[in-house]
């Protein structure tokens, strides 16, 4: 069983939409989570981190945990041409010594119709 | 310079090549890693260094040897690499690596790696 696990995609939606991305990880001892978005022949960058079970608003994105399920997500609000990209989801284990760093997932790329 | 600054971008070295990557981070950040990035893979951690000092070595091939002389700079030396070794590689820094939140990395720009 993959660490941590997404839909490789592409997930299409058209402009103006909600897109929901979805996340599934292994390690129930997991406490912080993160998404990164990744544009082609770029590197990733930050979007939001998220500790604590429920939803967290920032802009147009909100992520949601579920940690008895293992499950996070990331729902973009109005979908924009420019969220085109591939989505990380990665995963961090606290107060372990066998494991200190982020476990990402393989992404799901997101295409957003004009 | 600000964030993390990867050099070079692209690098293209034979097998029998010895070459080096370089990282330096701008943020005071404590801790620094080395990812590897292949097509259709997930992020593969290679290396983690806090204060200098190499905390986690997840099992990669002796070809690929790091150096962090101080906390800004990161370096991956290389030497004798196979064309499976091709793919993108990424720097990134966090502020420490001791329990806490918001210890999201910043990524460098990568380096492209090519072996022929």
């Known amino acids: 069983q993959k660490e941590v696990e997404q839909n490789s995609g592409p997930l299409s939606v058209p402009e103006g939409a909600i897109a929901s991305l979805n996340c599934t990880y292994s390690d129930r001892g997991s406490q912080s989570f993160f998404w990164y978005r990744q544009y082609s022949g770029k590197s990733p960058e930050l979007i939001m981190s998220i500790y604590s079970n429920g939803d967290k608003e920032d802009g147009r994105f909100t992520a949601q945990l579920n940690k008895a399920s293992q499950y996070v997500s990331l729902l973009i609000r109005d979908s924009q041409p420019s969220d085109s990209a591939t989505y990380l989801c990665a995963v961090n284990r606290e107060a372990d010594t066998g494991r200190r760093a982020l476990t990402f997932g393989s992404g799901t790329r997101l295409q957003v119709q004009p | 310079e600000t964030g993390v600054t990867q050099t070079p971008r692209h690098l293209v070295m034979g097998m029998t090549n010895k070459k080096s990557l370089k990282c330096e981070q701008h943020l005071g950040h404590n801790a620094m890693y080395w990812y590897k990035q292949s097509a259709k893979k997930p992020l593969e951690l290679m290396f983690v260094y806090s204060l200098e000092e190499r905390v986690e070595n997840n099992s990669v091939p002796s070809r690929f040897s790091p150096e962090c002389p101080n906390s800004s700079h990161l370096f991956l030396h290389l030497h004798t690499l196979q064309p499976e070794d091709s793919a993108l590689y990424l720097c990134?820094?966090?502020?420490?690596?001791?329990?806490?939140?918001?210890?999201?990395?910043?990524f460098g720009s990568g380096t492209r790696l090519t072996v022929v």
């Open positions: 990134a820094s966090s502020q420490d690596l001791r329990p806490g939140r918001d210890y999201g990395y910043t």
